[in-house]
């Protein structure tokens, strides 16, 4: 098994989603992808393939020249997103109530069913996030 084959399935079904959808096509690829495995060695590791999908981040916002926001890093959601699931051994999308400190309550981390590697997205709807999540921890899963 490599987690370059798991996030190669990942970013299939991340262009696959923003062909078909209009709005995402009009403000170019965003977002970005991880795989995390657990090392055969070391249990406690945990090994990570990331690829940024076109841009990770999202610009300020402006408002009469002046900014109202100082963007938003998919980079950062993405780890945050794993570091709850990480901890928890649950998919993230938790209740607000359920994280710790800087853990992300957003969908679109996904743990495989032994626990040994976690597929994760960053850049869409949480349910798009969960799909293309999803679309990893399967090839994961046939490779057992």
């Not at 959808?21 to 995390?36: D, E, F, H, W």
């Not at 999908?53 to 009469?64: H, I, K, L, N, W």
């Not at 992300?104 to 999540?133: L, P, Q, R």
């Amino acid at each position: 098994m490599t987690r370059t084959q798991i996030i190669t399935a990942m970013e299939t079904k991340t262009n696959e989603i923003h062909e078909s959808n209009p709005a995402y096509k009009s403000r170019g690829k965003r977002g970005m992808l991880v795989v995390q495995t657990r090392s055969a060695d070391n249990p406690d590791c945990w090994e990570s393939t990331i690829l940024p999908f076109g841009r990770p981040y999202g610009d300020p916002t402006m408002q009469d020249g002046y900014p109202i926001s100082t963007g938003f890093s998919m980079d950062t959601t993405v780890h945050e997103k794993i570091a709850y699931t990480r901890r928890t051994g649950k998919n993230s999308g938790a209740p607000f109530h359920e994280v710790v400190g800087t853990e992300s309550f957003w969908k679109g981390a996904v743990i495989s069913k032994d626990g040994n590697c976690i597929c994760a997205f960053s850049g869409f709807t949480g349910e798009e996030d969960v799909e293309i999540a999803e679309a990893g921890i399967a090839v994961y899963e046939s490779m057992k």
